[in-house]
């Protein structure tokens, strides 16, 4: 069973840093792209950044980029989004996703159908 | 950015019934190399995070029942689940792989007439 588990959300004043983490069991995590995704409540989940399999491939939203870094640890199947500079606009539950199809080359560039997703963790900015 | 816009911001149908919901992308996401929608659809339950429905616009999802069905191509797309259960009141979204960033529609929500 695929298992996604998300933690180090919490309440934190503006300007200041989280680090998420995610982690994944049930699964080679090596094979798979994985994304973060945003939401807010009554509001269409967000894309926030994409990390390719063997930690190459990020991107980010335009409205993070610069201020967060999203990494692996395919060692211990884990995966992190350090959140810098946080925003009031960043509040949400913040997923941690894995993609439908397995991609194990630093070339490939598998669709985004998310196709797992853990049970978030929230994080609140505000002062 | 690709914008995803939903029709209806929401549905009540009866049970047993058919619900049809849209959705409508600012640009193409037809691929010419592969001639693949690159548009998905998910159904996010009360206090559960989204979950895949239907990829490359009418592919379901494993374990997805029968009853849900995508279909369209370029711009326009519809959900549609004939016989409405009980279980099916949810949010639906779709959304655009097509290219970065990836982005949702604003959602659709369904409830039993």
């Known amino acids: 069973e695929v298992r996604l588990v998300a933690s180090g959300g919490g309440l934190v004043q503006p300007g200041g840093s989280l680090r998420l983490s995610c982690a994944a069991s049930g699964f080679p995590f090596s094979m798979y792209w994985m994304h973060w995704v945003r939401q807010t409540p009554g509001k269409g989940p967000v894309w926030v950044s994409h990390?390719?399999?063997?930690?190459?491939?990020?991107d980010y939203a335009a409205s993070v980029k610069g201020r967060f870094i999203v990494s692996r640890d395919n060692a211990k199947n884990i995966l992190y989004l350090q959140m810098n500079d946080l925003r009031a606009e960043d509040t949400g539950v913040y997923y941690c996703?894995?993609?439908?199809?397995?991609?194990?080359?630093?070339?490939?560039?598998?669709?985004?159908?998310?196709?797992?997703w853990g049970q978030g963790t929230l994080v609140t900015v505000s002062s | 950015d690709i914008v995803m816009t939903q029709s209806p911001d929401s549905l009540a149908v009866s049970l047993g019934e058919r619900a049809t919901i849209n959705c409508k992308s600012s640009?193409?996401?037809?691929?010419?190399?592969?001639?693949?929608?690159?548009l998905a659809w998910y159904q996010q339950k009360s206090g559960q995070p989204p979950k895949l429905l239907i990829y490359w616009a009418s592919t379901r999802g494993s374990g997805v029942p029968d009853r849900f069905s995508g279909s369209g191509s370029g711009t326009d797309f519809t959900l549609t689940i004939n016989s409405l259960q009980a279980e099916d009141v949810a949010l639906y979204y779709c959304q655009q792989c097509y290219s970065a960033p990836l982005t949702f529609g604003q959602g659709t929500r369904l409830e039993i007439k």
């Open positions: 996703t894995r993609v439908l199809e397995s991609c194990g080359g630093h070339t490939c560039n598998p669709p985004g159908y998310l196709h797992h």
């Open positions: 990390l390719g399999s063997d930690g190459g491939n990020t």
């Open positions: 640009q193409s996401v037809l691929h010419s190399s592969n001639n693949q929608n690159y």
